[in-house]
């Protein structure tokens, strides 16, 4: 697996909290270190970044580069539990455990301080490990993430293949329905939404489901509908420094 | 590669099998450039030297750029360019690492950052140099060098070079080797034994390069020596020069003032005295001519009577007899009138004595140099006493020749007696309108005097802690700002403290005693809300920080439009110190109320809506419907912003110097929006209650680290 790390200036004399991002649909590691425009903000406020790869790549599983939003650079963050898939395809666990040990044991990073977000399906993946460990993220955001898989169809293709026909198992892996059950600490969660997003037009991200779970429960949220932006990078880089600066308020603490 | 970067990253762990890190260098290892296409057996016999002298350390690594530069100037210096031989070497010698070279063979400067790892020059005989105190020019390490230099282009161990003795291999280059003292020029060592310069003194060449090099550098350093002495002289010449010409100008110019004076007095002199003769003469000749006139009178008397009697003489005797008797009487009447003979005036004019010990003095006073113009005493600075010392300045507006100034003082009582004038009474302060910020403080206070007053003092001591309000007159001054002609002063603070106010008013008989005190404290801003600007429908406490929309059952009638108070939004401004930098305060609201809370500038329309302008910008609530709704409002636009959990407590940073606004959900340390504002004046904040409520303002707090990231 490869992933990206981006080290300031500030870890060449001692440890730095970890801001873990999560990209979206067809994304490789190369794509939020190349284009989001991350680097400044992240060594102003002296953060290690890691940007690992979407999903398993060569596996050689039948069907695997089939469609763009499933196997291949489509990973969803799930553990899968389908055959062929359930070997390989493991990427809730590669983020959530593998990765930051192999991180904490190789790179200056402070283990305890550690936040995450994403883009898109990074931004679904983003939201739902930090709902699904409560304590482990000090903050989260996200741009455009898909809030609500069960009920769009992204979701509904990658959770039928990966994790089979037991809707159940999909709520384990839905950031509106973790919401509805999240038992744990306070978590102030920023997302950013352009308003001209296809794919929010489309009803593949949902927000306003999630929104409504957690003004239910009272989890703060700030959800910003940005005129005239889209689904690309260019969303992303116009408001990166927003959401470093929201997770180094809480690393840097 | 892997130990490499193991080694960089300062870590000492065992990599895992399956690891391998590619750097994302600048220019990728394909890229760069090859200038000489036998890099690659250069790049194999710099590491094999490598492993030969790994037990080399870092310390040569500074070692190894003074020599490299050193020679690069030696070989510059001598002219010894052309010998690419020996450039080339140190060229090659870098390409592996940078792989950028544009400088000329022989100029090459570079400080190379993995120099460690190139120690293929210094060997054994290095070493040694290093102990002989290497490090500078001239020493023997330098010399040392240049022949291992010279040894790997020519291949000739160095110590061949102190010999006399034709070495066999002399048929490849001319050069000369060894230096002859006497004749003070380079020969072939077998020249040595030869001719002439068989009795002469011989040194070996680089010794003669070492000294004569000295030589130069020595009178090199007199020379700038030199130079610098020299400029600087010119410099002061040149101020010479020009105080020159200022003088003579001072001198011209009062010399000519004296004389011109002098002159003038003369003139003035003459035309008195001749003008006095002229009135005399005048006088004189009136005189004369008076009496010419009345003798000429007495004469044609005379003669007329004379006529007359000599026809009487003629007459017969009875009218003789009768006009002899008239005439007799007229005559007797005639010689009675006294004819004046006195001359009445004399020919000579007396001798006047002219008084000229003015113009004596004048003359005098030409080559006595005046005494200066008195200078003038500054008014007294703010913040230039303290309680045991003071600061006198003044200023001479002329252009006088001064050689020095007296100074002399006497302490004058603070009631002093004998004066005509009473001392004022103390002024008194508006504790409740005193605004403060981090670094400065508004105070304003009343008079306290019926009589006008000259000016106010403000005296601020530190208070050690906030209740330590005793303090005696003996406490140390912090600042005194004297002067004031109005009743209000903003005066500059430290943050994070303490202050103790006191206001005194001036006059002729003197300051008065010190008013109440007030306390200020540095921490946060304090600002209360102003009563002036508040919507009729809204109360604002005693303490001018909550305010109060209270049910109404009153007809919503038209409010006339006012410029103080608002009459449409139902709204109230605070009032901040006019002061930049930034301010943070906190507003308590109930989850249910529908509010604004924001800046305004202070000449914002008050029959409109907070942030319905562009005089003003506010975040605003309203809960309906059992849903709550979030705007950000400036100019009548807000962006689309939805917050779960609505703050019970927003904090509002306005910061100047950013231009930037910012709200927070203060329990939760949340950030919710920030707008960026164009603040060309000062701004105030604002509060508007859009249904019955009660909003508290919060002052006095400190930024909280969460909103410093903002």
Known sequence: MKFAVYLPPKAETGKCPALYWLSGLTCTEQNFISKSGYHQSASEHGLVVIAPDTSPRGCNIKGEDESWDFGTGAGFYVDATEDPWKTNYRMYSYVTEELPQLINANFPVDPQRMSIFGHSMGGHGALICALKNPGKYKSVSAFAPICNPVLCPWGKKAFSGYLGTDQSKWKAYDATHLVKSYPGSQLDILIDQGKDDQFLLDGQLLPDNFIAACTEKKIPVVFRLQEGYDHSYYFIATFITDHIRHHAKYLNA | ?710
């Open chain 2, 1 to 710: 590669m892997e130990e490499e970067s193991g080694e960089e990253l300062g870590l000492d762990r065992s990599t895992p099998k399956d690891f391998h890190f590619y750097h994302m260098d600048l220019y990728d290892s394909e890229d760069r450039l090859h200038l000489f296409p036998e890099e690659n057996t250069r790049m194999r016999k710099v590491v094999q030297a490598e492993m030969a002298n790994e037990s080399r350390g870092a310390g040569d690594g500074k070692a190894q750029r003074d020599l490299q530069e050193e020679v690069d100037e030696l070989v510059h210096l001598y002219g010894l360019e052309d010998d690419h031989e020996l450039g080339d070497e140190f060229v090659d010698e870098n390409i592996p690492r940078t792989g950028v070279s544009e400088y000329p063979p022989y100029m090459m400067k570079r400080r190379d950052p993995a120099r460690e790892q190139r120690d293929w020059r210094l060997s054994g005989e290095a070493a040694e140099a290093e102990d002989l105190g290497f490090g500078g020019w001239g020493s023997a390490g330098q010399c040392q060098d240049l022949r291992e230099a010279y040894r790997y282009t020519h291949g000739r161990a160095s110590e061949e070079y102190e010999c006399y003795v034709i070495p066999e291999e002399e048929d490849e280059e001319e050069a000369a080797d060894v230096f002859c003292v006497t004749c003070k020029t380079p020969i072939r060592a077998f020249q040595k034994v030869f001719d002439e310069h068989k009795e002469h003194e011989v040194i070996p060449l680089n010794e003669a390069l070492e000294s004569a090099k000295d030589e130069i550098h020595k009178n090199m350093y007199k020379l700038e020596k030199q130079i610098i002495e020299m400029e600087n002289f010119a410099n002061h010449l040149e101020e010479v020069f020009i105080t020159v010409e200022e003088n003579f100008g001072k001198q011209e110019q009062n010399f000519e003032s004296h004389y011109n004076e002098i002159l003038e007095t003369l003139a003035q002199k003459y035309e008195e005295k001749i003008q006095a003769l002229g009135e005399k003469k005048k006088e004189k000749l009136e005189a004369l001519y008076g009496q010419l006139v009345s003798c000429g009178e007495n004469l044609d008397t005379c003669k007329e009577l004379m006529e007359t009697i000599e026809e009487m003489c003629h007459e017969e005797k009875v009218d003789f007899i009768k006009d002899a008797v008239a005439m007799a009487d007229r005559l007797g009447k005639f010689l009675k009138t006294k004819t004046d003979v006195e001359i009445s005036a004399q020919p000579e004019f007396e001798d006047q004595t002219l008084d000229f010990s003015d113009v004596e003095q004048l003359m005098g006073s030409i080559n006595t140099i005046p005494a200066p113009s008195a200078p003038v005493i500054n008014p007294q600075v703010p913040n230039s006493a303290t309680g045991s010392s003071v600061r006198v300045c003044w200023s001479l507006y002329s252009d006088d020749t001064v050689e020095s100034y007296q100074l002399s003082y006497r302490p004058v009582q603070d009631s002093s007696p004998g004066t005509d004038q009473a001392a004022p009474s103390p002024p008194i302060i508006k504790t409740k309108e005193i605004r403060s910020c981090e670094e400065a403080v508004l105070i304003c206070w009343e008079s306290g005097n019926l009589n006008p007053v000259d000016s106010y003092t403000v005296e601020l001591t530190q208070a050690e802690s906030p209740e330590a309000s005793g303090v005696t007159d003996s406490a140390s001054l912090y600042r005194s700002v004297v002067g004031i002609p109005t009743c209000e002063s903003v005066v500059q603070l430290q943050p994070g403290r303490s202050y103790i106010i006191y206001v005194r008013a001036l006059n002729m008989g003197g300051p008065s005693v010190r008013s109440e005190p007030a306390t200020v404290h540095t921490i946060g801003s304090y600002f209360r809300l102003n009563k002036d600007t508040c919507h009729p429908w809204l109360t604002i406490s005693e303490d001018g920080l909550t305010a109060v929309r209270s049910e109404r059952r009153t007809p919503a009638r038209e409010l006339s439009p006012s410029d103080t108070h608002f009459t449409r939004c139902v709204a109230v401004m605070g009032n901040l110190i006019p002061v930049r930098g930034h301010h943070y305060w906190e507003v308590e609201v109930d989850e249910h109320l529908d509010y604004r809370v924001g800046v305004a500038f202070a000449d914002v329309r008050k029959q409109e809506d907070l942030g319905a302008n562009c005089l003003s910008w506010c975040m605003r609530h309203t809960f309906a419907s059992s849903r709550h709704k979030y705007e950000f409002l400036h100019n009548r636009t807000t962006p689309d912003i939805r917050i779960t959990v609505p703050p019970k407590k927003i904090g509002i940073l306005l910061d100047y110097e950013h231009s930037k606004l910012s709200f927070f959900n203060v329990d939760l340390s949340q950030h919710l929006y920030t707008f960026s504002c164009q603040l060309h004046e000062f701004v105030h904040p604002c509060f508007s209650l859009e249904k019955p409520g009660c909003l508290k303002v919060h002052n006095g707090i400190s930024m909280p680290k969460h909103v410093t990231f903002y």
